[in-house]
């Protein structure tokens, strides 16, 4: 049986789950330099979450593993190359947590356009600003959402439910998905852009996609919607740090170009004090609660538990990441 290294935490279900099996569980954080110097060498296994990061020197400090398993979805603290080098198969577990970040979208994107949190941070002030927080509807408006995956296109059947048109932007998507979906699918992420007055990022951070929401693509955002409404621009983020220039969105805000921004994933987190795009009146955040519900919690867990024991029990398992990098 193997020793499980657990370095970002994990449901006490699912560590009941690997320990029936015989596995000893290590429930710990590990500094950089710790696992640096190798202290994962005793483990031939660890499940990591956001804040552990699995570097190439990591993976070299660490020969005894046989596998890396990402609770969650996103895989970028993971150094995928490196791990395929050493023949160690990386895994995740991406539909745990899909209904409840397309639940907190949809939640950031109503109350960017009803100005729920500023609305809010006025009352606590004690004040009644009543004619200042008209808003405007999400019905009948253009949803661009970047990237069309799992939770994007749960975003996109809430949105339909409530009135939007979803156009979405993804390379890698067949075109009958789209279209199955009721969703105008575009060849250019700069169109989408230009089309919609609402953006919704999902897709992987890549080199590609590093700051691919920046100040040049917002200011293609119409302002005003198909229905004549001057709704004004709107973005929410709540995929993964990095894909939206925070600088640029803090500028666009200053610049009256973007009437809301809401994320819930930064470039760097947590975020340094004093943070400037925080203070912005128009602009509401959540420090990266976008799989922090109970239900989440308790899938992920389980099914990364399971992900883990099927590659240490050499059998096949449908959610290797790094497959192409294995030798």
């Known amino acids: 049986m193997a020793r499980i290294a657990v370095t970002d ?29 190798g202290v994962l060498n005793d483990f031939e296994a660890v499940i990591v979450r956001s804040a552990t990061k699995i570097t190439d020197l990591v993976v070299k400090s660490s020969p005894n593993l046989k596998v890396i398993a990402r609770a969650g979805v996103g895989v970028d603290n993971i150094d995928l190359a490196a791990a395929g080098s050493a023949n160690i198969p990386v895994v995740n577990a991406p539909r745990a947590s899909t209904q409840s970040v397309v639940e907190l979208t949809i939640g950031h994107l109503l109350s960017s356009v009803r100005h729920v949190a500023k609305s809010d941070r006025s009352m ?20 661009g959402l970047v990237g069309f995956g799992r939770i994007a296109q749960g975003v996109g059947l809430i949105a339909q439910s409530l009135g939007m048109n979803v156009h979405a932007y993804d390379p890698y998507l067949p075109p009958k998905i789209a279209k199955n979906q009721n969703t105008r699918l575009h060849r250019s992420v700069d169109t989408l852009f ?29 302002g005003k919607s198909t229905d004549g409404i001057q709704c004004g621009n709107h973005i929410v983020n709540c995929a993964r740090g990095g894909i939206v220039n925070e600088s640029d969105v803090l500028k666009a805000l ?66 290797i990441v790094n497959r192409d990098f294995l030798k």
């Open 194 to 222: 230009s089309n919609c007055t609402h953006i919704s990022i999902h897709c992987n951070l890549t080199e590609e996609t590093h700051h691919l929401v920046n100040y040049n693509r917002i200011s293609k955002m119409p």
């Open 9 to 37: 935490g994990l449901s006490n279900e699912a560590k009941t789950l690997l320990e029936k099996q015989g596995h000893e569980v290590v429930v710990k954080f590990y500094s950089e330099s710790e696992l640096k110097a």
């Open 124 to 143: 606590r002030e004690g004040k009644w600003e009543k004619k200042q927080f008209k808003g405007s509807e999400l019905s009948g408006k253009n949803l």
């Open 254 to 319: 200053n610049d009256g170009i973007l009437a809301s921004a809401a994320l819930d994933v930064f470039e760097e987190e947590p975020v340094p004090e004093g943070y400037e795009l925080c203070q912005h009146p128009n602009f509401h955040s959540t420090p990266h609660i976008g799989a922090s519900t109970i239900e989440a919690q308790r899938r992920v867990g389980l099914d990364i538990a399971r992900n883990v024991m099927l590659i240490l029990s050499n059998k096949k398992c449908d959610f």
